[in-house]
Each structure stands twice: as structure tokens, then as C-alpha cells.
């Protein structure tokens, strides 16, 4: 999901951000009621020939899959126990379709484009006291900081490690917990300096 | 011209600035003084991300208290971590984010977006994601978000810390260039040594005011360098 755009001309790169954004919202809700593992593996084929028609490859591919892999697996392992090893197909299944639609529009969308739909998309929450321009802005910080916060989980890691505090969890939490929020401070003021007014 | 008059703020009781009074009208102006002196809070006063507890803080006469809009727009900030002030995945998205809250039109964002990459060496980069931009770089991507708000004045709060002599270099030089009131909080000396005037806060008040050498020297031998 937190792949980022890579230019293009194909179909999908021309197409508006908030109807990517609503196919991918209606595409991923399907996945979830429909209940035939044929229609998913279809689903699945379908989206991975999207790449290649975009552009991309099936490495992009891949690399939409690859960060969950781990937690595909215990989620397999975990049907195949209490359930059956077909539910656990069929469940990673679901998710992977999921993840490669969702790489999908970030691969082919600008985060400004997407943020920009998704604003023009949410009024209706308005009277829900949802403010849409905060919303996307939100988006966007996420996409933006998530490779920070992983920059800043290595540096507490290896300060930790220095310590000798391999594997403590609190260890890594406690500074991890306080830099993000002094970090979140700046970026607020950063925003702020550069005249947003949601 | 930025004018403090009288300006004091506290923290938790505790005061960081303490009845600051000068005018701002050199090209070239740099802060220094040890940390905690105090010279981040004044930075932070000119553009009225933080406001006094008391006294005033003027931009060519409009008040940070009662006019922000207008004096984020002509005042400029550059952050110690441009990690922290980027804040869109794509060079070209970040740079149009400024200009987008003040309200440019989209043929403007483009034409300027694009002379800004070109200006500091970014166009190849438009459009990939700045977490892989050097340190230099991303300073300079920055520099650039906030160069096209086309502000009078630019505040730059330790901008070559983070850098490698390499990137340090190049932002001094992009610092150098700028047609811009540059002023400039840093414990570099050698990157104000030219510079119109240099502003030294110790114990949260002004110490010294005068022109670089004059002012280097008393920050020198406060220190205990000399």
C-alpha cells in the first residue's frame, strides 16, 4: 500500500484519483463478500495482469506482497489449523488480492492527485464534524512518514543494541514513543509555516 | 522590516526570552548564541509560529498575533530536519504544497514548481520520492518549498547541521544567493563570518549585536574560546 507512484501514461495513470479510489473501495468489499475462491483467483490474475498493462512489472508486484509475507503465512497456518488448508488459501487469497489493488492505485496515482480526490470525495462527512481537507492531509503524512518512522525504529535499535538491549521491547518502545512524538511537534509546525489552514 | 518590541516568553513558568526589542532591516542577519539560549524561540517569533506572552512581533507592520496568514506568506522557515518539513512522498507534490494552501493557481504552481527544480538541480528528481534524496538535497528541496510562497524573508533555523561538508557547501551557497532577507540561527561561524549583522542571545536576552566580527568575538570569548 505504501509503494510509491511511479510515472507512466497507461489507462490507469490518466484516470481521476477519486474513481480509483472508489473502484478500489467497492473492488475491496467484493473481495470480502464474495465467497467463490475461483471468482478471487480470477480477481487475482486479472489485477496481475493490470502491471504489465500499466507499465509496471511483477516485481512492483511482488514488492506490494512481500512487507505482509510473514503475516500471510501465520494467517495460513492459523486457518489450516482450526479450519482447513483451503480456507487458508482462500483467505490469503482475499488479502493478497487486496494488496496488489491497493498497490495498484498508489503506483499509479500521485499521492497529491489521490488527496485531492479523496477531499472532493468526503464532504458528505462534513455534517459528521469530519473535516476532509484533515483527512487527506493525514493520507498524505502517512504515505510520507511511514519510510521516517522506520528510519528512526533503526537508529533507536542500534542506540539500544550499543546498550546491550537487544531484545527489549519497553526499550525500543519508550524512545521510539517519544521521538515520534517530538518529531510529530516539528512536522506541525513545518505545516503550519507553510500557510495550511484546513 | 521585522520588528520585536519588548518581546518576552515563557515555557512552564519558566522564561526563554526575556524583553527582546530590535529591528530587522539587513540582508544578512545571523543568530547565534549556546543552546538554550533562547535563539530558536526568537526564530520562531518572526513568523509567528510561536507569539510572545508579551510585547509585539511586526512584519512590515502586520502583527504575527492577529495577522498569520499574511505573515507566513512573507515570511519563510526553514527547519534544523528537512526530514521533518517535507511533507509529501514526491519532490514536485511537496514543492506545490505551499503554494496550493496560499491559493496559487495551477498553471502557477506548475511554472514555478518547475523553476524551482531546475534552480537547485532537482528536475531529474520530480518525481521521485524524497526519502532518497541526500541530506544536502533534501535541504534543498525545502529551501525550495518555501522560496516559491514568495516570501521578503527567509528564516533558517540550523540548516547545515545535519550536513556533510559536501551538502553543507552547497546549501551555504544556495543561502548566499538568495535575493531574500536571509536570517539565519546557527552555531556555524564561518557561514556568517560575511554576513550584514550577527545577533548573539545568552541567558535568553540579547548579548551582542553588531556587526560579524565584533559580535563572533564577544560570543568567542563568552565561550571561553579566545
Not at chain 1, 21 to 44: E, H, K, Q, W
Not at chain 1, 167 to 172: D, F, K, R, T
Not at chain 2, 14 to 19: D, G, H, P, Q, T
Not at chain 2, 44 to 68: E, F, M, W
Request: aromatic share 8%; with cysteine.
Amino acid at each position: 500500500m505504501f509503494d510509491l507512484y511511479r510515472p507512466g501514461t497507461s489507462f490507469l495513470h490518466r484516470a481521476p484519483a477519486g474513481g480509483k479510489v472508489l473502484a478500489l473501495f467497492v473492488l475491496g468489499t467484493l473481495a470480502f463478500i464474495v465467497d467463490d475462491i475461483r471468482l478471487i483467483f480470477a480477481g487475482l490474475a486479472l489485477t496481475l495482469l493490470l502491471y504489465p498493462v500499466c507499465g509496471l512489472t511483477l516485481k512492483n508486484a511482488w514488492a506490494q506482497i512481500r512487507p505482509t509475507l510473514w503475516i500471510l503465512i501465520a494467517i495460513f497456518i492459523a486457518q489450516a489449523i482450526f479450519n482447513t488448508w483451503q480456507l487458508g488459501v482462500f483467505v490469503i487469497a482475499r488479502f493478497g488480492l487486496l494488496l496488489l489493488l491497493a498497490g495498484l492505485l498508489t503506483l499509479t496515482t500521485r499521492a497529491s492527485d489521490m488527496i485531492d480526490g479523496i477531499e472532493r470525495g468526503l464532504p458528505f462527512l462534513r455534517p459528521l464534524g469530519v473535516n476532509p481537507a484533515k483527512v487527506s492531509l493525514a493520507l498524505s503524512l502517512a504515505l510520507r512518514f511511514i519510510p521516517v518512522l522506520a528510519q528512526i525504529t533503526r537508529e533507536v535499535r542500534e542506540a539500544q543494541r550499543v546498550r546491550g538491549l537487544e531484545n527489549s521491547v519497553i526499550a525500543l518502545a519508550i524512545p521510539l514513543f517519544v521521538r515520534t512524538l517530538r518529531m510529530s511537534d516539528d512536522i506541525a509546525d513545518a505545516i503550519e509555516a507553510r500557510g495550511y489552514r484546513p | 522590516m521585522i520588528e520585536l518590541t519588548d518581546v518576552s516568553v515563557s515555557y512552564n513558568d519558566k522564561v526563554v526570552l526575556s524583553e527582546v526589542s530590535l529591528r530587522l532591516t539587513e540582508r544578512r542577519i545571523g543568530v547565534i548564541g549556546s543552546n538554550g539560549s533562547g535563539k530558536s524561540t526568537f526564530a520562531r517569533l518572526l513568523n509567528g509560529l510561536l507569539l510572545p506572552d508579551r510585547g509585539t512581533v511586526t512584519v512590515d507592520g502586520l502583527d504575527t498575533k492577529t495577522k498569520a496568514k499574511e505573515v507566513r506568506q512573507k515570511v519563510g522557515f526553514v527547519f534544523q530536519n528537512p526530514d521533518y518539513q517535507i511533507v509529501f512522498p514526491l519532490v514536485e507534490e511537496d514543492i506545490a504544497f505551499g503554494m496550493k494552501n496560499l491559493g496559487f493557481d495551477k498553471a502557477t504552481i506548475a511554472a514555478k514548481t518547475e523553476e524551482a527544480l531546475k534552480r537547485y538541480d532537482l528536475w531529474d528528481h520530480r518525481t521521485h520520492a524524497a526519502q532518497f534524496l541526500s541530506g544536502g538535497q533534501k535541504q534543498l528541496l525545502a529551501i525550495s518549498g518555501v522560496l516559491v510562497m514568495e516570501p521578503s524573508y527567509i528564516v533558517f533555523d540550523e540548516p547545515t547541521t545535519l550536513l556533510d561538508l559536501r551538502n553543507k557547501l552547497t546549501v551555504t551557497g544556495a543561502i548566499r544567493e538568495l535575493e531574500q532577507t536571509a536570517i539565519v540561527v546557527t552555531h556555524d561561524l564561518d557561514l556568517i563570518a560575511d554576513f550584514d549583522r550577527v545577533i548573539v542571545f545568552a541567558d535568553n536576552r540579547v548579548m551582542a549585536d553588531d556587526v560579524p566580527e565584533v559580535a563572533i568575538g564577544k560570543y568567542r570569548k563568552a565561550m571561553g574560546d579566545v
